[in-house]
């Protein structure tokens, strides 16, 4: 073999070594941007206000509840199931709430299900929780009227152009 042969096999060999690195750490970057999406969704203010109104309603107002959370925990599911998000990081950020959402809101979802004649409503929600507890072994501590009394305190005060004064 000549020694262009070879140093051209041996470049080609390093370019699809790096090719595939560069592959693997876009796509790492991008399930964390996804997460990053999801994070900052769960975390916003309408977000938070909806998670404090639909926790104050789920046991009492079942007829007129807003999917709003649970929506979420459906899309966070699907990505989740597809590996299209940092699986670890959704497992830190987000076991806790699916979890306990998932209790408080089953009975409801499964209703939902019988009267819909749809299985598949919020089937990713449900996947979502199930790969978790049994991944992870964790299981849901909190009492169900305390994780939604929790949820009800994120519900953000408006402040009084009063107060903002005696801020500023």
């Given at each position: 073999?000549e ?11 390093i370019l ?7 592959a693997h ?29 639909v926790a104050?309603?789920?046991t ?38 699916a979890?306990?959402w ?11 299900r019988?009267?819909?004649n ?7 929600f ?7 507890e ?22 953000t ?12």
């Amino acid at each position: 073999m000549e020694t262009a042969t070879i140093v051209l096999a041996g470049a080609t060999v390093i370019l699809a070594v790096a090719t595939i690195w560069i592959a693997h750490i876009s796509s790492t970057t991008l399930n964390i941007q996804v997460w990053m999406s999801f994070e900052s969704r769960f975390d916003s203010k309408e977000m938070k206000n909806t998670r404090a109104k639909v926790a104050g309603m789920i046991t009492t107002n079942l007829d007129v509840i807003p999917f709003d959370v649970f929506e979420f925990f459906e899309s966070l599911g699907a990505v989740y199931i597809d590996g299209n998000i940092h699986k670890k990081m959704v497992e830190n950020s987000f076991s806790w709430y699916a979890i306990g959402w998932w209790k408080a809101a089953n009975k409801y979802i499964k209703t939902e299900r019988i009267d819909k004649n749809d299985d598949s409503l919020y089937e990713k929600f449900e996947k979502l929780v199930n790969v978790i507890e049994n991944k992870s072994g964790l299981k849901f501590c909190t009492a169900v009227p305390d994780f939604l009394e929790a949820e009800q305190q994120l519900r953000t005060k408006k402040i009084s152009t009063k107060d903002k004064k005696k801020a500023g």
